[in-house]
């Protein structure tokens, strides 16, 4: 069984910059593909980023790619989500999310999950 506990949301004024933390428990966290996914008010749950096991691919959503960096450090068993040059559109309860199995995009793809943590930009 995995756990997974996100950290580092909260208040920034657009333009700015975040980065989110995302704790892993157990030993498997190496072998385990990483994701960020987000749900804004009213909205569904849409994907952000994903980080393969290894730590060599990355995957961004249209709406983030150019400004979210994903890494991972397996030492830490820790992902990584930098935010830069923040938008309103961005404020939402971002989620992290590992998986056994290669699917990207769908949050059926994903077996565990974490309980979220909240990042509102300010217009």
């Known amino acids: 069984q995995v756990q997974l506990v996100e950290s580092g949301g909260g208040l920034v004024q657009a333009g700015g910059s975040l980065r989110l933390s995302c704790a892993a428990s157990?030993?498997?966290?190496?072998?385990?593909?990483m994701a960020w996914f987000r749900q804004g008010p009213g909205k569904e749950r849409e994907f952000v980023s994903r980080?393969?096991?290894?730590?060599?691919?990355?995957y961004y959503g249209d709406s983030v790619k150019g400004r979210f960096t994903i890494s991972r450090d397996n030492a830490k068993s820790t992902v990584y989500l930098e935010m830069n040059n923040l938008k309103p559109d961005d404020t939402a309860v971002y989620y992290c999310?590992?998986?056994?199995?290669?699917?990207?995009?769908?949050?059926?793809?994903?077996?565990?999950w974490g309980q979220g943590t909240q990042v509102t930009v300010s217009s």
């Open positions: 999310a590992a998986a056994e199995r290669p699917g990207i995009y769908n949050v059926k793809d994903y077996d565990y």
């Open positions: 157990g030993r498997t966290f190496s072998r385990l593909h």
């Open positions: 980080i393969t096991s290894t730590g060599l691919n990355e």
